[in-house]
């Protein structure tokens, strides 16, 4: 997982990073209309999302394993846990045409803040709960959720 300022995405060594910088450069609050744009295909492409944030027992934990999320908070702000995949327990199977497997967790999850211009890196494998809310109130997020395709698509 890395966490971090738009500013600094230069020292990381992501895939696909000068195209996500250019999207980013000329981001239009019309983007948040669409439900996903392709940037370069099925490689790299961004979800765009608003919502209220919610409390964390009402989220799930989250794993993918084709895709890696850069998940960029454009206004407001939320908090973003993590888990250890020995604390994890099974809420579904694996689905392999969404890239996606859901998780609870009880105990031993780490938690960050990630406000407007930061963003989250979760790796493939990397158990995540996002849009949970910083304080005892719901909040207000807009958000992007980079997909960039690292692995083989499972069959």
Known sequence: MIVDAVRNMGRYNIPWK????????????????????????RELFVR??????KI????????HCVYMDLQYVVEGAEIMETAPGDVLEILTAYDVERDYQFFSAKEGMSR????????????????????CSPDSGARDVRKLVFKIRVGEILQ
Do not use: N
């Not at 910088?21 to 983007?31: N, Y």
């Not at 765009?48 to 944030?53: A, D, G, I, L, N």
């Not at 964390?56 to 794993?63: D, R």
């Not at 960050?112 to 849009?131: D, N, Q, T």
């Open 56 to 63: 964390p027992q009402e989220g799930k934990f989250e794993t």
């Open 48 to 53: 765009p999302s608003r919502y209220r944030t």
């Open 18 to 41: 000068e195209k996500i910088l250019e999207f980013l450069s000329t981001l239009d609050t019309r983007v948040f209309e669409q439900p996903e744009i392709e940037i370069k295909g």
């Open 112 to 131: 960050v803040l990630v406000r407007a211009g930061e963003f989250a890196v979760f790796f493939p494998g990397e158990a995540h709960r996002p849009c």
